[in-house]
């Protein structure tokens, strides 16, 4: 009966550990394909990569954490209605974070590239091209995220299979951008190319569990997107007119990089909030029909 545990375990760690990997290899093939563009591509495409992650695994791989538990728990407990409030809180909180966590990646992309990393060997030319992969990825953190809070609705379920089909599909969908943008994007189309096979990914995954019936949206959620799109759009547009211009940034030295950094990521995040809070928004809301035992 070990035995049979084990060979079952792997049975489904196997298919678990390529699905989750799927970005992570698509970054890679980033990585070889920018081998073959002008001189510093790489160092452009890692640089950016490293903090498009940051906010990732902060927030994505957090929920993913949390989720995977709980939603194994309510299937063994053959408990659909709890299963589908649970992964419908999951995708409302990477909504309500990971939306204004992308406008700020982007909108601040060269500020924070600048503050991290401009030396006397990574030069403002290459702050400059290292922004622009930034933004391309920073476009998709959204897609990153909800890949990490659907596929969990999956593996709860001991289905293994269907993340790795769905996988495969959205490395083959990345490869095709790949070679479509890197011609006129060069660096910055392989990001978006990743991006937008993120994007493929995660819609792939939501409607296998809406065609299954795993899943269904809960109420409210037109008024949450709304909220939520118009408080970014006013946290990104104090950002842009206050903290987009790079040039400023470039003739600063670090400490004072560093410190306007911390205060408009401070500003951008109260206003983000204040702005949801004056649409009607309440941090309830995202606790509303999720069981907390």
Not at 20 to 39: E, M, Y
Not at 52 to 70: N, Q, R
Not at 97 to 115: K, R, S
Not at 274 to 283: K, V
């Amino acid at each position: 009966f070990a035995d049979e545990g084990v060979r079952r375990i792997l049975k489904l760690m196997l298919p678990a550990l390529f699905a989750v990997s799927v970005t992570q290899i698509n970054l890679l093939l980033d990585t070889v394909l920018a081998s073959f563009l002008v001189a510093g591509s790489i160092s452009w495409l890692y640089y950016s990569e490293r903090l498009m992650e940051f906010p990732l695994g902060l927030l994505g791989v957090a929920l993913g954490t949390v989720l995977l538990p709980k939603l194994s728990r309510e299937r063994a407990q053959d408990d659909p209605q709890r299963f589908r409030r649970t992964l419908d809180w999951g995708l409302r909180t990477a909504l309500t974070f990971g939306l204004p966590a992308a406008v700020g990646l982007a909108v601040l992309a060269g500020p924070m590239i600048a503050t991290l990393f401009l030396s006397d060997v990574f030069t403002a030319e290459d702050v400059r091209m290292a922004r622009l992969s930034l933004m391309a990825y920073s476009s998709g953190l959204m897609a990153f995220i909800l890949i990490k809070v659907l596929a969990p609705a999956y593996y709860a379920q001991q289905d293994t299979r269907t993340p790795v089909r769905i996988g495969v599909i959205a490395m083959a969908a990345n490869m095709v951008f790949n070679l479509i943008l890197i011609f006129p994007l060069q660096h910055a189309g392989l990001a978006l190319a990743t991006s937008l096979s993120a994007y493929l990914n995660a819609w792939l995954l939501w409607r296998g569990l809406q065609r299954a019936g795993t899943y269904q949206a809960g109420p409210g959620w037109g008024r949450l997107a709304g909220q939520v799109f118009l408080a970014g759009a006013a946290m990104g547009g104090v950002l842009w007119v206050g903290a987009a211009d790079l040039g400023a940034w470039l003739e600063q030295d670090a400490w004072l990089r560093a410190a306007r950094l911390v205060g408009w990521i401070a500003l951008g995040a109260g206003v983000y909030f204040a702005a949801l809070l004056a649409l009607g928004w309440r941090p309830s809301a995202l606790l509303k029909g999720v069981d907390r035992h």
